[in-house]
């Protein structure tokens, strides 16, 4: 582009498109019918600057293979009784073995064709006589524990996006780290406990029947019964009961929930409950369930806690049911989430747990907004007394250089660190640099007796490529740290990585645009620098 005229519209095309980018990262009130026409992303603020909470969580994920291993006993159970096989006992044993016990050796060929046929993930372990018949041990398979696995993790992962989105979070950061762990950053949140709660949930429902004719003072409980505790509540009527005896069976899961909302406590005692829906499958299991065991306590159970263990007065139809527990307003909210975005597969566990408060965030945004102004005014100074009217041309374009790193990172919507305010605050540096290059080149070139318009041409031509060269290689650093870091890492990778950029268009091309400008058009005789 030979035209000055053609260069200068394309840096002032450029130049209007930075500052309408950030027009609303600087104000809240925008034009009428703005956003309909012209962006409305804005620089986001990371947790350092505005203040949340920093998370580091491990998924349990044995723990899924675990419950996995327990739901595929209970299929060969079902599917055992399906087939008219008998068998004493089928049950998981040590972490994910399935044990079965047959009454003789008989069903063995019988028990081996439903496996190959319908559990064919599983293997064969082990095979023994015993007293009462055969035990036959099954495993999960290498390949199906790893699959179990990396799927609980990607789960994981998916369920707390989906929480924190429902619960009101803007611009969380929440990504893998690791082989088994998630990172969750949540600027700007104002409870973070609350948040915790949340994310921590596995919320596992169940719904166990009461055991009937057990007295909490007798030491030995019946088969297939079990001591749950009972959530303590200033509202409940159970305040001074701790535990209760279930029967261990689950009757029904809430893996067949597809709505779980709030509601306030219409009868006068205070509070809320939470009301869930059914899909068909559940609503049908429900009502059989309630029909079969009226004039039972049917207990609610979530995460091991009994939170209501109400009287079934009836059958129960529709595919709706209740929680009741004397809830305040936030525990429904938060129990509601956990309940409608789905289970966690399997146990998460905090690491790491770190709390920035609004202060101290607002306290890093002007120190490091302070800092970055120190340096710039000393290089804009510097460049002023040692280059003259040329380092004044070097300014400007260093000016037009962190419009446009904040521009990109408005359009691209990244997120503003302090690590990335050390970058730009770098790239100052790098852009100055390249204008040192390119005027101590020129400065030589004028020596040797050449005319502004040679040194000019000849200054740029040489210190290019050297520009070039120390650009490239840095940007490919930056973008190795960006792959491969973490969390400030990455803040300072995506500034350093558009200021680099930048800096290459307004170093060599924008101050260019000017010397050309004052040579040709100003005719100038002798250049100052």
Request: proline residues 4%.
């Amino acid at each position: 582009m030979k035209s000055i005229g053609m260069r200068a519209g394309l840096i002032a095309v450029i130049l209007l498109a930075g500052i309408i980018l950030l027009v609303p990262s600087f104000t809240s009130t925008l034009p009428p019918g703005w956003t309909k026409v012209l962006p409305k992303e804005t620089i986001h603020l990371g947790l350092d600057l505005q203040g949340g909470i920093h998370l580091v969580l491990e998924v349990e994920a044995d723990k899924a293979v675990e419950n996995a291993a327990e739901r595929i006993s209970e299929e060969i159970k079902e599917a055992l009784r399906t087939q008219k096989v008998g068998f004493t006992r089928v049950a998981k044993a040590n972490r994910w073995d399935i044990e079965i016990v047959l009454p003789s050796s008989e069903q063995q060929n019988e028990l081996r064709q439903i496996i190959e046929k319908e559990f064919s993930r599983l293997k064969l372990e082990n095979v023994e006589n015993i007293a009462d018949g055969t035990r036959i041990v099954f495993t999960l398979d290498d390949k199906e524990v790893n699959n179990i696995r990396k799927l609980a993790i990607a789960q994981g992962l998916e369920t707390i996006r989906n929480r924190i989105d429902q619960f009101g979070v803007r611009e969380p950061d929440i990504r893998p780290e690791g082989e088994d762990r998630i990172l969750v950053q949540l600027p700007g949140i104002s409870n973070p406990q609350e948040a915790i709660n949340l994310i921590g949930k596995t919320a596992v429902l169940e719904f166990k029947l009461v055991a009937q004719n057990v007295n909490e003072g007798e030491g030995k409980l019946p088969p297939g019964v079990k001591y749950y505790p009972m959530r303590s509540s200033e509202r409940t009527s159970r305040s001074g009961e701790s535990k209760i005896p279930l029967e261990e069976k689950t009757v029904l899961t809430g893996q067949y929930i597809t709505d779980a909302r709030v509601e306030i406590d219409s009868r006068g005692f205070g509070g809320s409950h939470i009301s869930m829906e059914f899909d068909p499958q559940g609503a049908r299991m429900f009502e059989r369930l309630t029909e079969a065991n009226v004039g039972r306590q049917l207990a609610i159970v979530l995460d091991g806690v009994v939170y209501s263990a109400p009287n079934i007065k009836e059958r129960i139809s529709g595919g709706k049911a209740q929680i009741t527990g004397g809830f305040s307003d936030e525990e429904a909210k938060v129990l509601a989430i956990a309940l409608r975005t789905g289970r966690l597969p399997a146990p998460v566990k905090i690491l790491e747990q770190r709390t920035v408060g609004p202060a101290l965030g607002a306290d890093s945004i002007t120190k490091g907004i302070r800092a970055s102004m120190i340096g710039a005014i000393g290089i804009i100074i510097f460049m002023l007394v040692y280059y003259k009217l040329s380092g004044l041309i070097a300014d400007v374009a260093l000016f037009m250089n962190i419009i446009l790193i904040l521009a990109a990172m408005a359009l691209v919507g990244a997120t503003l660190t302090l690590p990335g305010i050390a970058g730009i605050a770098l790239t100052i540096g790098i852009a100055v640099d390249a204008n040192v290059l390119i005027y101590e080149r020129i400065r030589e070139e004028l020596r040797l007796g050449k005319t502004p318009r040679a040194a000019v041409d000849t200054g740029y031509s040489r210190a290019t490529i050297t520009i070039m060269d120390a650009n490239v290689t840095s940007l490919i650093a930056s973008l190795v740290l960006y792959q491969f870091g973490t969390g400030p890492i990455k803040g300072f990778a995506v500034t350093l990585s558009i200021g680099l950029v930048a800096n290459l268009f307004t170093a060599i091309f924008v101050t260019r645009v000017i010397f050309d400008y004052l040579l040709t058009e100003r005719r100038v005789k002798e250049l100052s620098i």
